[in-house]
C-alpha cells in the first residue's frame, strides 16, 4: 500500500526551526517527484518546494520560503524532509507531502500534478 506519513510539526516561535519529515512505504523514491504543500488557516493549499526523481535531486521553491527552507531526500532511508528555518508567522500551517510518478525532468517544478498525499502535520509559528 502506498502511503506517505508526515512528522514533525510542531509549536514554535518566530525565528526559529523545524524539520519535517515524509516517511515514504510500498514504493521506493526512485521514479518519483516529491513536493511540500501548506494550507493556511482560511487560504487554499499552496505547493512550497519540490524535488526532483533524479539523482541530481534538483529543487524548486516559491518566493516566499526560498531561501528559508530546503527539501532533500534519503534514499537509503525513504525519506523526505523538509527544513524550515527563520520561520514566521505566516508560515503558520498544514503542511502536507505528496508525491507523482515523474514524467520529465520538469515535471516536478508543477504542483498540480502531484495525485499522492500524506495526512498533514500542523506547524504553528506564534509567539
Known amino acids: 500500500q502506498l502511503q506517505l506519513v508526515e512528522s514533525g510539526g510542531g509549536l514554535v516561535q518566530p525565528g526559529e526551526s523545524l524539520k519535517l519529515t515524509c516517511t515514504v512505504s510500498?514504493?521506493?523514491?526512485?521514479?518519483?517527484?516529491f513536493g511540500w504543500f501548506r494550507r493556511a488557516p482560511g487560504k487554499q493549499r499552496e505547493g512550497i518546494a519540490a524535488?526532483?526523481?533524479?539523482?541530481?535531486?534538483?529543487?524548486y521553491y516559491i518566493d516566499s520560503v526560498k531561501g528559508r527552507f530546503t527539501i532533500s531526500k534519503d534514499k537509503a532511508k525513504n525519506v523526505v524532509y523538509l527544513q524550515m528555518n527563520s520561520l514566521k508567522p505566516e508560515d503558520t500551517a498544514d503542511y502536507y507531502c505528496?508525491?507523482?510518478?515523474?514524467?520529465?525532468?520538469?515535471?516536478?517544478?508543477?504542483?498540480?500534478?502531484?495525485?499522492?498525499w500524506g495526512q498533514g502535520t500542523q506547524v504553528t509559528v506564534s509567539s
Open positions: 505528496a508525491a507523482q510518478k515523474s514524467g520529465g525532468s520538469s515535471w516536478f517544478r508543477d504542483f498540480g500534478l502531484y495525485e499522492r
Open positions: 510500498g514504493f521506493t523514491l526512485d521514479y518519483y517527484d
Open positions: 524535488i526532483s526523481s533524479s539523482d541530481a535531486a534538483t529543487t
